[in-house]
């Protein structure tokens, strides 16, 4: 075989190497730069999914305007046996409506208990706040604003159209006399 065959083949398997480990290095970046996610990674999502149901739950209950949970379970890592992580804990916060608020503690305690079989109930914390109403709303033009801002935005409206009507009358008298 000769040098110059021999170096064409470096030059097509050089060439080989590098867009594989182009392809490599792309798909590394799309999957988050984990190709495989850490024992850390699985739980936090898996206690995300486990927050997100609760929510979905206790949205169910009547009175209930807003919820968020948050889900904490100690990390199963094989790898490090001997790693002390805080015991299972979770939080919810709750809006309700007036009627409801005093209430809705109970019932949110007993469901969020009954979806975390894991989570001791001293280390579950339930906060349940009165939602409060919106305030009166006015529209004006496409505009949906606070009713105590309704004069303000009209004015400013009318303001910036009247400067909008005397630069354009500017522009038109200054062509005209260019003219």
């Keep these: 075989m000769s040098a110059r065959r021999r170096c064409y083949r470096r030059g097509v398997r050089a060439h080989q190497l590098a867009t594989t480990l182009l392809v490599v290095a792309t798909l590394a970046s799309a999957c988050s730069g984990d190709l495989v996610p850490s024992p850390a990674r699985t739980q936090a999502t898996r206690d995300t999914a486990r927050a997100s149901a609760l929510d979905v739950q206790l949205r169910a209950l009547p009175g209930v305007v807003d919820v968020h949970a948050m889900v904490r379970t100690p990390v199963d890592d094989p790898l490090a046996p001997n790693r002390h992580e805080p015991p299972a804990s979770a939080s919810v916060a709750v809006h309700a409506a007036p009627s409801r608020a005093a209430a809705l503690a109970d019932e949110v ?10 989570v001791d109930a001293a280390r579950l914390t339930v906060v349940v706040a009165e939602a ?4 009166a709303t006015a529209k ?3 505009f949906e604003v606070a009713q105590t801002s309704r004069g303000a935005l009209r004015a ?17 008298w200054r062509e005209r006399r260019t003219t």
Excluded: E, K, S
């Design 109 to 118: 305690r007993a469901l969020a208990a009954a979806a975390l079989p894991d």
């Design 132 to 135: 409060t109403p919106p305030a």
């Design 140 to 142: 004006v033009g496409p």
């Design 156 to 172: 400013t409206l009318a303001i910036a159209f009247a400067l909008i009507i005397v630069l354009a009358g500017f522009i038109a």
